[in-house]
């Protein structure tokens, strides 16, 4: 059974940082290209980061490029988001994902608030 289990996220003020972890089981997490999507509170789904499985090769919404990092551990079969300078806009329910044999999956999300 595929499950991805994201943590990390919380409440944060306007410049701070959060590293979120996605800890991915029931598949083989090396060989699948991995992305972030958040969505926030009225709004669709919103695609920000995504990781290659093979070569390592990262992308980035321009929303969020220069602030976000994405990385990825085979070995302990986990995503990461390094998350800094957040801005309020960037509240939103965080999601791992991936596609498997035509299905997308997600986990149940983290989230992430910016607010003073």
């Known amino acids: 059974e595929v499950q991805l289990v994201e943590s990390g996220g919380g409440l944060v003020q306007p410049g701070g940082s959060l590293r979120l972890s996605c800890a991915a089981s029931?598949?083989?997490?090396?060989?699948?290209?991995m992305s972030w999507v958040r969505q926030a509170p009225g709004k669709g789904p919103e695609w920000v980061s995504g990781i290659e499985r093979s070569s390592g090769s990262t992308y980035y919404a321009d929303s969020v490029k220069g602030r976000f990092t994405i990385s990825r551990d085979n070995a302990k079969n986990t995503l990461y988001l390094q998350v800094n300078s957040l801005k309020p806009e960037d509240t939103a329910l965080y999601y791992c994902a991936t596609g498997l044999g035509g299905y997308v999956y997600w986990g149940q999300g983290t989230q992430v608030t910016v607010s003073s």
């Open positions: 029931g598949f083989t997490f090396g060989s699948y290209d």
